[in-house]
């Protein structure tokens, strides 16, 4: 039968958990809400130049 608290115990995250998770956390690529804004942003920039014309 597994011993769970000494298989805890023993429990070390690997390397590549860690990395991930900083990469996660120090990351500061836009999400969906800034992509979004960009597109209204790109939207409007193009009606205003068009209506220029």
């Known amino acids: ?5 000494e298989e ?6 690997s390397l590549e958990v860690g990395d991930a998770e900083k990469a996660i956390y ?5 999400d969906m809400t800034d992509l979004f804004y960009k597109m209204i942003d790109d939207v409007d920039m193009h ?6 014309n």
């Open 26 to 30: 120090d990351n500061n690529a836009p």
């Open 8 to 13: 805890l115990k023993k429990f070390k995250p």
């Open 1 to 5: 039968m597994i011993n769970f608290e």
């Open 47 to 52: 009606m205003v130049k068009n209506r220029n």
